[in-house]
């Protein structure tokens, strides 16, 4: 695992049923890691087939956890009613998604 993916350590695990929801807590990943290098870390194994493979479940994680409660501030802002917190980690380190 790289460093990178190791300081990607704080997660939130969101359920929902809707894809378009999805796209939109990628998208807020997006924002909240807007000073992050590679940010698409953050929302790395959430695509379509893992979050159905996962029950409506993705994962998303963070280097901050400040970057985290943003995320989750702004998810429940825009997005309320349309998604559930399930559980978050302060070491819960990304994985890389693609083989090197």
């Excluded at 802002?77 to 559930?84: D, T, V």
Aim: glycine share 8%; with cysteine.
């Amino acid at each position: 695992m790289s460093d990178d993916h190791r300081r990607f350590k704080y997660s939130v695990t969101c359920y929902t049923v809707d894809m378009a929801v999805l796209a939109c807590l990628r998208g807020l990943c997006h924002y909240s890691l807007e000073h992050e290098n590679n940010p698409q870390i953050g929302w790395g194994g959430t695509g379509r087939k893992e979050w159905e493979d996962a029950g409506h479940l993705a994962t998303f994680r963070f280097t901050e956890s400040r970057y985290r409660e943003s995320f989750i501030g702004e998810a429940k802002r825009l997005l309320a009613g349309h998604w559930e917190l399930e559980v978050t980690s302060d070491y819960d380190p990304a994985t890389p998604q693609r083989s090197s």
